[in-house]
């Protein structure tokens, strides 16, 4: 089932705008950007975007990547937040690359927490070697395993040579595939999201360096993501922002690459949010657990099943459009038991009042249903027959 989520996530992420679904849809504020994208990630729907898939240097936009491999490697225990790991030369040698600092050297034996929190809220680029390192064995292993993870997501214009975004000819990335992989982190695990990519400074031998990412301090609903700057790269930004309505949680992420300054990349990525926030509506159809329909069952130990989303089902709509939504059930005829729970059995699809399809999602079996006995079973063959 994790497979089928992932997958179809990825699909409405590459595809949801493909072909305009609204006759009338918002239109997108100006944004100074070479290339941004604004996805709503609770419906997996992409609001607005322009060349969104063009290859473009992602500098520190990267480190979203490295730090996903990190949390995996925590959640397969081969890690754990407390272990301290080694500073090597190349580490400490990415002081005289230029970029970000945590500032460790190989006298130290930093903390993976800590190594986290340096790559994370001050983007040092040798707190990213030392924890590519600890996670891959080298950092060549690393880029391996970072390579391996963007083609398992189907991040088709990506491609990693080193874990920290600094510029090197064939490593490139898009915003479309920045989206992802920030949703990832968002979705795959919240408790580390929470803990690092909200806190706007962090203080480590002595040093106290902020977060430069400005919208931390103007927005109480943005929560994170990550800056990147190069010369290549120009100043890149992915925002994540949680604002709360009447039918639930609603998040959102942008991100805008190739913008002239900080303070652009901040204010492009705001006017990105709150126009995704305004313009657009968020429409719960379906509870995750809850059913959709309650249909018939043939050979069952119980003569109907309660179908419904895998997931909860909520679509974006432009604003004041939500009830014009039509929803359609297709599934399969004659339903069989035995059942399993989170049996695939048909497909729920959401289209506009002219028709344009908007949102397919699996139909899934809610609770198991197990074969009636034997006579339940005859009875029931005849039955079919019959009809």
């Not at 800590?114 to 390192?133: C, H, P, Y």
């Not at 190069?230 to 890149?236: F, H, I, L």
């Not at 313009?279 to 329909?293: I, S």
Request: glycine share 8%; net charge positive; proline share 5%.
């Amino acid at each position: 089932m994790n497979r089928l989520i992932v997958s179809l996530f990825t699909l409405l992420l590459a595809a949801a705008s493909l072909s305009p679904a609204w006759a009338q849809a918002p239109q997108p504020p100006e944004v100074a950007a070479k290339a941004y994208l604004l996805l709503d990630v609770s419906s997996d729907q992409v609001l607005s975007e322009r060349q969104a898939d063009a290859q473009t240097d992602p500098a520190s936009l990267t480190k979203l990547m490295t730090a996903w491999l990190v949390f995996d490697a925590l959640k397969a225990n081969k890690l754990t937040l407390t272990q301290t790991l080694p500073v090597s030369v190349q580490a400490w040698n990415e002081r005289k690359l230029g970029g970000s600092l945590m500032f460790i050297d190989p006298k130290m034996t930093p903390k993976v927490d800590e190594l986290l929190r340096g790559m994370i809220i001050v983007s040092g680029n040798d707190a990213a070697v030392t924890l590519a390192e600890g996670v891959g064995g080298t950092v060549e292993g690393f880029v391996a395993m970072m390579n391996r993870q963007a083609q398992a997501w189907g991040l088709k214009n990506t491609q990693f040579k080193n874990p920290t975004g600094m510029t090197v000819a064939g490593h490139y990335s898009s915003a479309r595939d920045m989206a992802l992989i920030a949703a990832r982190i968002v979705r795959d695990f919240p408790e580390h999201y929470a803990a690092y990519y909200a806190q706007r400074n962090y203080s480590f031998n002595n040093i106290k360096q902020d977060n430069r990412n400005m919208l931390l301090g103007r927005d109480p609903a943005i929560d994170g993501m990550k800056t990147g700057y190069t010369d290549a790269a120009g100043y890149c930004l992915v925002a994540s922002a949680q604002r709360d309505f009447p039918n639930g949680k609603r998040r959102l992420i942008s991100v805008v690459m190739g913008t002239t300054s900080r303070e652009a990349r901040a204010s492009e990525s705001q006017k990105l949010l709150n126009w995704g926030y305004t313009a657009w509506d968020a429409v719960r159809l379906f509870e995750a657990g809850k059913p959709a329909a309650t249909v018939p069952v043939w050979k069952g130990a119980q003569p109907t099943a309660a179908l419904g989303a895998a997931q909860a089902l909520v679509v974006a709509v432009p604003r004041g459009e939500g009830d014009k939504l039509r929803t359609v059930i297709s599934r399969t005829d004659p339903l069989v038991a035995p059942l399993t729970q989170g049996q695939r059995v048909g497909t729920l699809e959401v289209s506009t009042a002219a028709g344009v399809r908007i949102a397919s999602v699996p139909l899934v079996v809610q609770q198991a249903v197990p074969q009636a006995g034997l006579l339940g079973r005859a009875w029931d063959s005849i039955r079919l027959w019959i009809k």
